[in-house]
């Protein structure tokens, strides 16, 4: 393992100034460094078990400080508090690369099996939607979505990643806007 990075997917914030960075390609690691940017600690490793990672795919930090990592691999959410204590983990995702919380707690998920989830803060399932099974890839909604977001209207950002993952060039469509209406 490299001390601390190989190959890292995501960093995020904490509300109290942390920096927290998911080593995914090459460490199965998070590791949280104080804002002047010295280590504090690193977490995880390669693995099935809960605290172990297959590919931590990307970071959130909620606004309770919670840690929310996207394990890709292992088709899973893991969530943890600020120490690296593990917490929870929701599985009714498939392989997701990307969360997104609001401000009311909801979570979003960028599924790389082509399709995105909303989730109550509990881990209920509020919508889901995206390719219908046996979709060609022209026509496909999605290719790979790799990136989530919301604006301040709740509209809905995913990024996809198809000339990387599928070898197709969709122009413009690799970042998809869904409107929220009201």
Known sequence: MAPPFNRPTGVALSPSGEIYVADGYGNA???KFSPDGRLLLSWGE?????GQFRLPHNIRVDKQERVWIPDRENS???????QGKFLDQW???????DVFI????????AELCLQVSIFTPEGKLLARWGNEEGQDQESALFLA????ALDS???IYVGDVSQTHNKIDRGSRTLRKFARVK
């Open 29 to 31: 690691r998070i590791h």
């Open 46 to 50: 390669p693995g099935y078990a809960p």
């Open 76 to 82: 899973r959410i893991q969530i943890f508090d600020a």
């Open 91 to 97: 599985e009714d995702v498939f392989r997701p690369t």
């Open 102 to 109: 609001d401000g009311d707690g909801i979570v979003y998920v």
């Open 145 to 148: 979505p790799h990136a989530i």
């Open 153 to 155: 209207q709740g509209s």
